[in-house]
């Protein structure tokens, strides 16, 4: 037996929410690998929208485990609040949702050290969310960080108190202007720490290892894209993690050689929030259209996400970072309408043009070149099967996988579950 990867292939946000809630009826272990509250994956269906930013997507299926794996940096404070969204449904979260003793939690002063990064870095600012990722991060590859499993150990107020204790000296270190009231911040992240208790915390890769060893099926879920992976992203603006498919096997402690298949998701467009380069992104009306009808606003934070075409350049080298065998392309709803739809297939950089993805994107240096191709009118929110997508859609389709030389297997019309054409 295999594990299944879904990874984000853009700047995030491309609907893996949405395609993990699909695909969990084949899958009996949801696991989440990296990233933390930053995520916000949305599922709707039965006319009611979800948003989960550390819980699984697969937390709404009664029959599936969802496991918050090793790689991921847990907030208790927002993990009560999913927990308690999650109470008006027939959901056994004792039973069916389980914790990697081994995750990193993100502590009070972590979300303080983040504002006050942003704060010092001003128009440098990477747009972080201010869930405290990158400190956590920093503290786990520091060696300082407290983990789940920790709070199993006499000693964790203690060790609590004294990682606290140095972030508070590193906040003034930063000489900005942030308002808190600690007291009150580590009262209710103690009282969200007793809720988190309530939950398993297990070996994870232990129980992984045994559930693949019994047949179990796995599908691991991604946070965040790849271009905002620690590594291969748009660097510095990116998040704290790998977001890329090695990171499902540090953040589960799962084998290379145990990945099946590898699910790359994208949007018919392109979208980001926060800060960084974007060479495809629109100032016009056509990005404001696409933020319009695609309602693109951000999940975690409400900020509106910047739009703009597709990056053929940026999504083939997503496509080979990740082995991606399988690929779903998302809202192409959202494209009805445009008389063309342009399509980034190249570069010029630095007098050249160029196919693949340079060192640094920035606007100054580089400008994209588009390929055209012929729009679409027809709503697509109401088609279920493939034959009823316009003949334009099935040439765009036709003409991504050609170049990115990989089948797409799903189109999504739409938000909901059923909105959902497999190929
Ligand atoms: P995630 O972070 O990758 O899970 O994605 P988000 O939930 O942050 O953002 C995707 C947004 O697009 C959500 O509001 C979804 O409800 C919505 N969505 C997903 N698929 C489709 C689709 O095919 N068409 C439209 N119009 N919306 C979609
Ligand atoms: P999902 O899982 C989109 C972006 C932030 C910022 C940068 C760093 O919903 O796709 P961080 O808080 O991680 O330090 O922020 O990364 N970012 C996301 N953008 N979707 C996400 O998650 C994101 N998580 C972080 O906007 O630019
Ligand atoms: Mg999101």
């Known amino acids: 037996?295999?594990?299944?990867?879904?990874?984000?292939?853009?700047?995030?946000?491309?609907?893996?929410?949405?395609?993990?809630?699909?695909?969990?009826?084949?899958?009996?272990?949801?696991?989440?690998?990296?990233?933390?509250?930053?995520?916000?994956?949305?599922?709707?269906?039965?006319?009611?929208?979800?948003?989960?930013?550390?819980?699984?997507?697969?937390?709404?299926?009664?029959?599936?485990?969802?496991?918050?794996?090793?790689?991921?940096v847990i907030d208790p404070v927002i993990f009560r609040r999913e927990l308690e969204k999650l109470e008006d449904f027939p959901i056994d979260v004792r039973k069916n949702l389980l914790i990697s003793r081994k995750a990193h939690l993100i502590l009070p002063t972590h979300r303080l050290l983040d504002a006050a990064s942003e704060a010092s870095k001003g128009k440098?600012?990477?747009g972080s969310t201010l869930k405290g990722i990158g400190p956590t991060y920093m503290d786990k590859t520091g060696r300082n960080g407290l983990r789940v499993g920790d709070l199993e150990l006499p000693d964790w107020k203690e060790r609590y108190r004294a990682l606290a204790d140095k972030h508070e000296k590193m906040i003034h270190f930063y000489?900005?202007?942030?308002?808190?009231?600690?007291?009150?911040?580590?009262?209710?992240?103690?009282?969200?720490?007793?809720?988190?208790?309530?939950?398993?915390?297990i070996d994870s890769e232990a129980y992984l290892h045994q559930a693949l060893a019994d047949g179990k099926k796995i599908l691991a879920e991604g946070a965040q894209g790849s271009l905002l992976d620690i590594d291969f992203?748009?660097?510095?603006f990116v998040t704290s993690s790998n977001t890329t498919a090695a990171g499902a096997c540090t953040g589960l402690g799962i084998a290379p050689g145990s990945i099946g298949e590898v699910f790359g998701i994208f949007k018919a467009y392109t979208t980001r929030v926060g800060s960084g380069p974007f060479p495809t992104e629109l100032f016009d009306e056509d990005g404001a259209t696409m933020?319009?009808?695609?309602?693109?606003?951000?999940?975690?934070?409400?900020?509106?996400?910047?739009?703009?075409?597709l990056d053929l350049v940026a999504l083939k080298y997503a496509v080979k970072v990740n082995g991606v065998t399988q690929l779903m392309m998302?809202?192409?709803?959202?494209?009805?309408?445009?008389?063309?739809?342009?399509?980034?297939?190249?570069?010029?950089?630095?007098?050249?043009?160029?196919?693949?993805?340079?060192?640094?994107?920035?606007?100054?240096?580089?400008?994209?070149?588009?390929?055209?191709?012929?729009?679409?009118?027809?709503?697509?929110?109401?088609?279920?099967?493939?034959?009823?997508?316009?003949?334009?859609?099935?040439?765009?389709?036709?003409f991504l996988e050609r170049e990115l030389d990989t089948p797409v297997r799903i189109v999504s019309v739409g938000p909901d579950r059923v909105q959902t054409i497999q190929r």
């Open 124 to 126: 440098a600012k990477i």
């Open 175 to 201: 000489d900005v202007d942030i308002q808190y009231n600690l007291k009150e911040l580590e009262a209710e992240f103690l009282e969200a720490l007793e809720n988190l208790r309530q939950l398993k915390f």
């Open 291 to 309: 933020g319009r009808v695609g309602r693109e606003f951000g999940a975690t934070t409400g900020r509106p996400r910047r739009c703009g075409w």
């Open 1 to 72: 037996m295999r594990v299944d990867l879904l990874l984000g292939l853009q700047w995030g946000d491309e609907g893996k929410g949405k395609i993990v809630d699909v695909l969990t009826g084949n899958y009996d272990i949801i696991a989440r690998f990296q990233g933390g509250p930053n995520a916000g994956h949305t599922l709707e269906f039965d006319g009611i929208k979800h948003v989960l930013h550390t819980i699984p997507s697969g937390i709404f299926h009664p029959t599936a485990t969802n496991l918050v794996g090793n790689g991921v």
């Open 233 to 236: 992203g748009t660097y510095p």
């Open 330 to 398: 998302m809202k192409a709803d959202v494209l009805s309408g445009f008389d063309t739809i342009k399509v980034c297939t190249a570069y010029h950089y630095k007098g050249e043009k160029i196919t693949h993805l340079p060192y640094t994107l920035e606007a100054e240096h580089l400008t994209p070149i588009y390929t055209e191709m012929k729009g679409w009118k027809e709503d697509l929110t109401g088609m279920t099967a493939e034959d009823q997508l316009p003949t334009a859609l099935q040439q765009y389709i036709a």
